[in-house]
């Protein structure tokens, strides 16, 4: 997969396009994928720290989210020309799976901001199928995990800020049967509006 390394960050050169029809075929091979946002705060922190270092390189997709990853591309003569953010990734995510009949789980943020989140999905989205939702608050994570597998969910957003949210993805991804994984902080609250 291309990738550039920034301060022994990697970051994916994809295109959301790209992204997605990689995702697709990862998808048809039962391979589990996790996407990442990465910009220059996380490079920095990433850089005082190994743990945080490896959270994100171990994930499948690391996006480059913020304008200084393109700055640091443009510098070296990299590939990456233009940003794929998070909330962006997660509209396309949400496009793609009404497109193609993935069933969507939401896990994070408050009550009401993660219910009202699944409200304006589906209007916006017609068609999707938003197999469950549960609020960022909960202190059990079987509880959340049985929710999740007993929802069927294939693509799984997480929103409890970075990193909590990439680190509860990695500990529990081999529990469910989702397939796409995506940290997305505070996106459920824009979708709440
Ligand atoms: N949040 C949560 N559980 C927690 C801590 C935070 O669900 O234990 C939610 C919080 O309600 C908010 C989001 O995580 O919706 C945090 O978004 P933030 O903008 O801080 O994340 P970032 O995009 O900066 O990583």
Same mark, same amino acid.
């Given at each position: 997969m291309q990738k550039e390394t920034y301060f022994g960050v990697d970051v994916s050169a994809l295109s959301y396009d790209e992204i997605l029809a990689d995702l697709k075929n990862r998808m048809q091979q039962d391979l589990k994928s996790t996407i990442i946002a990465v910009n220059p705060e996380k490079v920095i922190k990433a850089e005082q720290s190994n743990e945080l270092r490896e959270l994100i390189n171990s994930a499948t997709y690391q996006i480059p989210d913020g304008i200084g990853v393109l700055l640091a591309s443009k510098l070296k003569g990299g590939? !990456?020309?233009s940003r794929v953010t998070g909330v962006d990734m997660m509209e396309r995510l949400l496009g793609f799976a009404a497109k193609e009949g993935y069933r969507v789980f939401l896990y994070g943020a408050k009550e009401e901001v993660v219910s009202k989140a699944r409200e304006n999905i589906i209007a916006k989205y017609p068609?999707?199928? !938003?197999a469950g939702y549960e609020n960022g608050?909960?202190?059990d994570p079987d509880q959340v995990i049985n929710k999740i597998n007993e929802a069927k969910a294939d693509i799984l957003f997480v929103a409890m800020g970075s990193p909590k949210q990439e680190l509860w993805i990695r500990e529990h991804?081999?529990?469910?049967?989702?397939k796409v994984f995506q940290g997305v902080g505070g996106s459920f609250d824009v979708f709440a509006g």
């Open positions: 590939r !990456i020309t068609g999707i199928t !938003i608050y909960v202190q991804m081999n529990k469910m049967g989702v």
